[in-house]
């Protein structure tokens, strides 16, 4: 199919521009007068009627199958206090007397500033019949009723056998409800009856639908595993997917290398423009709030605690050495500043072990990094990707983020600037359902901080807000470099693929701060169009 785009504008240029496609690629971009010559009887005709024509944004830190189950659950994201969220909770029971489970994500851990804790009670008081599991919303933490943990067998404790999560247990020495990290999750979430694959399928297509009329193109899904690997290729193969797939799959502790390998030659075998297979994802950590970040000097609050690695370090840097060997692309979530230093050093292994390549492998969030460890991005080649949006609750003074990093390392979080000025190639994304998935709203908060003016920021913090342009290149030209597909992907130009959107607003010449007043108007894949407002 032909389609003509005309009466467009572009980023940075002055006058009306026309684009022209063919099948699933972009063979013309001129000047809007000379667009009727690639015109024919059979072209779409589009007209822009002046608004901004941007590549597709692809978002560099994703959870599509969390995300898609998420919005058929309880939302606790507006909860306001413990009150607010009980009084939500039993809502939604009474609403759904039918659920065997009453699931929840959300929820944030303001909630719990004025000294309280996730507890069992405080459910059981809204709900003492059903069992409840509600996730928080950066999905390091649950919190569940009696009747869960009773149904789990975990009431009187439980061995996670690993050392980063922990089921808490209460003063009267049984677990309160509060499970930090996923082995301790899992004890819970693996009796909870899974939804079919035809509710999972059509959970995607809602999810792919709302993503579309964002302006999402593309998405690198950071919870990788054979099922979705296969579920993805089967939902392309029937042309159902309307945004490209970079799918790591996700490597724990006491993985086998074998199994990595075997995965390697699969992506070899499996090579597919909407779904890529050829990564790996690993958590060296976990996060701030609940302590399981890695951390080089103990936390800000008296405890002494650092955190703890989720693998042993000579571990940790053989299963990365033999992904690398492997040619797959490496990306390990890591947020406390010796998470960081931990995940670099192994990067450094693979590199003496295997020798230097075009490896590009990434380090996924970099909340905290010490500053010795900023050059060593790109001396390494390593990929920081952030997600701006996670400032929102970092600098949130109500957060525990802000107690437990301390005002001597507060400089050091969310250094999106100081990685740029290091060399560090970067990428942006939003690590949805975590955080919002709207890209236009991962633009301002980069480009803001999160203020709500534009006035300089405190003097405790270094200015580390990116400018449009850069705000822009990162999730599109850097999105499209951290994904190999730099030659075909980020840019309107002749020879790209059609991925591209349509905004009724120039969001490059106004101010930042109402980025997300723009609206996507049209958004396209491979030349398709997939949503049109």
């Not at 019949?129 to 149904?151: E, M, S, Y």
């Not at 060997?325 to 960081?340: E, F, K, P, S, T």
């Not at 030209?477 to 591209?500: I, P, Q, S, V």
Request: net charge negative.
């Amino acid at each position: 199919m032909n389609v003509l785009l005309r009466h467009v504008s572009l980023a940075g240029q002055i006058g009306q521009y026309a684009i022209a496609i063919s099948g699933e690629r972009i063979v013309w971009v001129g000047p809007d007068h000379a667009a009727p010559s690639w015109q024919s009887a059979a072209t779409r005709v589009i007209d822009g009627g002046g608004m901004l024509a941007l590549p597709g944004l692809t978002d560099y830190h994703f959870h599509l199958h969390n995300g898609a189950r998420a919005l058929g659950v309880l939302r606790l994201e507006d909860a306001q206090s413990v009150a607010d969220l009980q009084a939500r909770l039993a809502a939604y029971a009474a609403a759904h007397p039918h659920l065997p489970w009453l699931i929840g994500r959300g929820w944030r851990y303001r909630l719990f500033a004025g000294g309280l804790a996730p507890d069992r009670r405080l459910l059981d008081a809204v709900a003492p019949d059903r069992p409840v599991l509600l996730t928080a919303f950066d999905g390091h933490t649950a919190w569940a009723n009696t009747a869960a943990l009773q149904i789990a067998g975990i009431l009187n404790g439980a061995e996670t056998g690993n050392p980063l999560s922990t089921v808490v247990l209460g003063a009267d020495g049984l677990a309160s409800g509060e499970l930090r990290e996923a082995p301790a999750m899992d004890l819970v979430r693996r009796c909870i009856p899974p939804p079919t694959e035809a509710e999972l399928r059509d959970l995607l297509r809602r999810a792919l639908r709302e993503l579309a009329a964002l302006g999402l193109t593309g998405i690198h899904n950071m919870d990788g595993d054979e099922a979705q690997r296969t579920r993805y290729r089967e939902l392309a193969a029937a042309g159902e997917l309307t945004l490209r797939i970079r799918l790591p799959l996700s490597v724990a502790p006491g993985t086998d290398p074998a199994q990595i390998t075997a995965w390697a030659a699969d992506a070899r075998r499996h090579l597919h423009p909407f779904v890529q297979t050829d990564a790996v994802k690993l958590f060296v950590d976990g996060v701030v709030e609940a302590k399981t970040a890695l951390m080089l000097a103990p936390y800000a609050d008296g405890s002494g605690e650092c955190g703890v690695a989720n693998y042993d370090p000579a571990e940790f840097a053989e299963l990365i050495t033999c992904a690398d060997a492997a040619g797959l692309q490496v990306c390990v979530h890591a947020i406390g500043d010796g998470g960081v230093r931990q995940t670099l050093d192994a990067f450094a292994a693979a590199q003496r072990a295997n020798g230097r390549r075009d490896a590009r492998h990434r380090v996924e969030h970099a909340e905290i990094v010490d500053p010795a460890d900023l050059p060593r991005f790109a001396a390494l080649g390593a990929i920081a990707s952030v997600q701006p949006v996670h400032v929102d609750f970092g600098m949130d003074q109500q957060n525990p983020w802000w107690r437990l990093v301390g005002p001597q390392r507060h400089r050091s979080g969310f250094p999106w600037r100081d990685l740029l000025q290091a060399g560090a190639p970067m990428a942006l994304g939003s690590d949805w359902p975590v955080a919002d998935p709207n890209p236009l709203r991962g633009m301002q908060v980069a480009c803001t901080r999160g203020k709500l003016d534009l006035s300089p920021l405190e003097s405790d913090f270094p200015d580390q807000r990116l400018t449009v342009a850069e705000a822009l290149a990162g999730y599109t030209t850097w999105a499209a470099y951290a994904g190999f597909r730099e030659r075909e992907l980020g840019r309107l130009e002749a020879g790209y693929l059609a991925d591209l959107i349509l905004l009724d607003r120039d969001i490059t010449t106004g101010p930042p701060d109402h980025i997300t007043a723009a609206r996507v108007m049209v958004t396209m894949v491979g030349g398709e169009v997939v949503f049109e407002r």
